[in-house]
């Protein structure tokens, strides 16, 4: 019976020592499981932000070379043309080089820039070009003879040149640009001027101009589509050439009122020459 009663004394003391809240080290193991919870989930979302990135970042970049292989087989029509991939750029050779000091094309590089485009043309319309394209630069160049300056000027213009000769008038045996291609000239290129940058070995190759293909990034918002475009009719003078002469025309005959008739006998009035004559 005592030993009954001892017993029950011990229990009572070994259940005082342990109180039914959390110690604080248990609180504090608690929340550092939960921090390493919280911490995992953000890891594993941003890791998984970063794949999705990787993997559209390789098909873009996988859909342009199919765009740029799609666009070296399309222009081989031209002739002489060539994609250097590396660059995104279009290299038409000999038929887009320029005399020293000169911004103008010849009849037979104009004819050939007016077939070439369009094949270009095609390419922009295609699934993967109306998604990628952004723009068509066209780049002009010059050799290292001169100021950077006058060579700047000078580079700016033969890329004026040849949109000049793509929107200006065809040649009776050659195909018109159509209204909806003129439009399409006028909203995809645009013009750029790199002075003697970029000049190769031989002078003549440097003269020259190029087009550079620019690609939309994944971030990119695309432009504000234009409603509508004046001028999609061929352009009779380019800016860069004089303005046609135009024929003198007559100057106005201006009437002198008539005189009042003089009186028998009277003299006419003499001159102011007449009069200082006969001082």
Known sequence: MLDGQFGQKRNTRDDAEKPFWISFADLMTALMILFLVVMCVALLS????????????????????????????????CGGATIQQDRYVIDFGPQ?????????????????LRACVPHILTVA???????????????????????????????LQRSQ???????????PEEVEFTPVQRKQIQTLFLVGGYSFNSARRNADESRRVEMRLEFWGLADNADIPVSGVLGVEAE?????????????????RINAPPSAPLAPGAQPPKSFLQRMLTR
Do not use: H, M
């Not at 070009?129 to 780049?139: A, H, M, N, P």
């Open 125 to 155: 319309n295609s699934g993967l070009g109306v998604k990628w394209i952004k723009r068509i630069v066209v780049e002009g160049y010059t050799d290292q003879v001169g100021s950077y300056l006058v060579n700047l000027n000078l580079s």
């Open 46 to 77: 941003v890791t998984r932000k970063i794949s999705d990135t990787e993997r559209k970042t390789i098909e873009r970049d996988g859909e342009i070379k199919k765009l740029l292989n799609l666009l070296a087989e399309n222009i081989k029509e």
């Open 96 to 112: 887009a080089n320029f005399d020293f000091n000169s911004n103008k094309l010849l009849p037979a590089q104009e004819r050939y």
């Open 236 to 252: 009779t003078n380019c800016p860069l050439d004089p303005p046609p002469a135009r024929a003198p025309t007559a100057a106005p």
């Open 161 to 171: 040149r040849v949109l000049c000769t793509l929107l200006g008038k065809s040649l």
